[in-house]
């Protein structure tokens, strides 16, 4: 919680900074990373709810618990940012046809790479946390801070050719370019959203499952089928048949079961939960034949 308690902190400066460099200037391009970082704490303020609800219990009502919440606010956020890039847009072709007024360039200049200097670091510690942690709530913030950043770079940019050449159609062409760049972040953040709520495959994690498997189950003499697999925040959880010899005692086929899901545990870097479907090797075919008649 610390981590997304600190960049709604740094929100706020940024906001406050922001807004006054706009106060100096009436950029357009200032314009949009002010709305930015508007957007930025409101969908802070949702992600800090988010990861609080993540980690409470499961209930009788979620009995997986809460943690798929956090898909709903990687999605939210882009919404957030698509709005905004659309506003930005709105605004930067409505200056560019009826004109633009700027002043104080060289102050505004200064404070938005001051701005664009806090969020990069910002952005690359929540990132870095987040993947840390297997918090997508996180990674999804980190994320956005930095397209805020890099937001605002461009838009130093964009006012330093504005200042250099006295063409104040710059400011809003820059402020259009920044709101484009916006606007694939927050496309690829509900993209992202969707596929979590959607249990979508993640290839490098069915990869890492299945050669846990079949090292585990080749030494042993046993097989496995019918994996499957999907993530819920930060938990995995991972279902699969374990196929033993015909006979094997109960307690000795629990205990290979926990051996071998232990193993599978300590090898990912998630919190994981699995479950075993238990069956005999040699007449699983014929069980399974004879059930289904």
Known sequence: MFAIRLSFAFGVVMLIIK???????????????????????????????????????????????HQKIS?????????????????????????????????????????????????????????????????????????????????????????????????????????IAAALNILWSGGKLVRQSIGGLMDEGDKNLAGSIKKILDKETLSKGLEYHLLRFRKSGNIVWIEFHLLLPKGILLEDAHKIATELESTIKNNLNSQVNIITHLEPLEIHDELHTELHK
Do not use: C
């Open 19 to 65: 807004w006054y460099a706009y106060y100096l200037t009436g950029s357009s391009a200032i314009l949009s990373d002010a709305v930015e970082s508007i957007i930025h704490i409101i969908g802070v303020g949702f992600a800090v709810f988010s990861m609080w609800y993540s980690f409470q219990p499961a209930d009788e009502e979620h009995t997986y618990g």
């Open 71 to 175: 898909y709903f606010s990687a999605g939210f956020e882009g919404a957030l940012i698509i709005l905004a890039a659309v506003y930005i847009i709105y605004i930067s072709i409505k200056r560019l046809i009826v004109g633009v007024e700027i002043s104080n360039l060289d102050q505004g200049v200064l404070f938005t790479f001051i701005a664009s200097v806090i969020n990069l670091i910002l952005g690359v510690y929540l990132v870095w946390k987040g993947k840390k942690t297997n918090s997508i709530i996180l990674v999804a913030n980190g994320k956005h801070v930095l397209t805020d950043s890099w937001t605002s770079f461009g838009v130093v940019g964009g006012l330093l050719l504005t200042w250099l050449s006295g063409w104040h159609p710059f400011d809003p062409i820059v402020a």
